[in-house]
């Protein structure tokens, strides 16, 4: 029987899966993020975490992404200079006292001109092209730091960063703007009246954020209001500096459903085709992409 584990270690979270006979027969999802981790104390508290799944005097194969692979993580897998082929992928493997278990951590991948980095969405993409094989087009994924990625089969071809997630969460919770946007809802036409606002006027976004509390204290029109704005705003923003990724293009969005579909409401009428795909599912995908070229190899 086919037995390994896939690990998706991020900054904030941990993910993993046993994988038997390529199905996923088990999974942990805690919040265990990288960042936690006391005093580098990185195999021992990874070994805690998958215990029932390891077996004495039996070696299992983990193939993980992630932020465990960056500088400040448990080993730095070096980047990938872009363009680069996803089938190719470098990856380290850290030195483990535990002989129940060998580690592979894949590399992000790096651009020189603009300076861009990723590590673990080129995960994501590997595993759309798992499913995916002959796209061209530009993949989309929305979330703290948005990456959009111009992508040929199973190249990335260039890519920028979009601090658009970061951004709204700074604002919502260190600015003025905190008192107004108390609430989780979005209302999608002050939302998508508020890109195209931006669209219209870039050069006037400070002064359209300060207007967000402006008129709470003038006009008081409730937190979803507002919330929207920001969102828009924000959004707007992003796409305008991205337009060379989706204009008359091909997308792909890889995300959680919440914020995929606010991509979607300001897309859907702008490029050639759209279609959302799962992050976590992706990363999945990926993982077992690259096992399948190990194996190759």
Request: proline fraction near 3%; hydrophobic fraction near 40%; include cysteine.
């Amino acid at each position: 029987m086919s037995r390994w584990i896939a690990v998706d270690w991020g900054t904030s979270f941990f993910r993993a899966y046993l994988i038997e006979n390529d199905f996923v027969s088990d999974k942990i999802e805690t919040n265990d993020g990288m960042k936690f981790i006391k005093q580098k104390n990185f195999e021992n508290k990874f070994i805690n975490l998958i215990q029932k799944w390891l077996v004495k005097n039996k070696k299992i194969e983990v193939l993980a992404s992630g932020m465990l692979g960056a500088r400040q993580g448990w080993i730095e897998a070096p980047y990938e200079k872009a363009p680069c082929n996803l089938n190719n992928l470098n990856y380290v493997s850290p030195l483990i006292n535990d002989n129940r278990l060998s580690l592979k951590i894949f590399s992000g991948v790096s651009q020189s001109n603009p300076p861009d980095v990723m590590r673990g969405e080129e995960t994501q993409v590997a595993g759309f092209f798992n499913k995916n094989k002959n796209f061209r087009g530009s993949v989309c994924l929305p979330g703290t730091h948005s990456k959009w990625i111009r992508v040929n089969n199973n190249f990335i071809e260039k890519f920028k960063t979009y601090m658009s997630g970061e951004l709204f969460q700074v604002i919502s919770e260190n600015t003025v703007l905190l008192h107004s946007l108390k609430s989780e809802k979005i209302e999608k036409n002050e939302f998508l009246n508020s890109a195209n606002k931006i669209f219209q006027s870039p050069e006037n976004l400070t002064n359209a954020l300060f207007q967000i509390r402006a008129d709470d204290l003038i006009n008081s029109k409730g937190p979803v209001i507002y919330k929207s704005r920001l969102s828009g705003y924000l959004l707007g923003i992003e796409l305008l500096g991205a337009k060379d990724f989706w204009e008359n293009r091909d997308v792909a969005l890889i995300g959680s459903k919440k914020v995929m579909n606010l991509y979607e409401n300001l897309l859907e009428d702008k490029v050639l085709s759209l279609k959302k795909f799962s992050a976590e599912e992706m990363v999945l995908q990926g993982l077992k992409s690259f096992r399948k070229n190990l194996m190759k190899s």
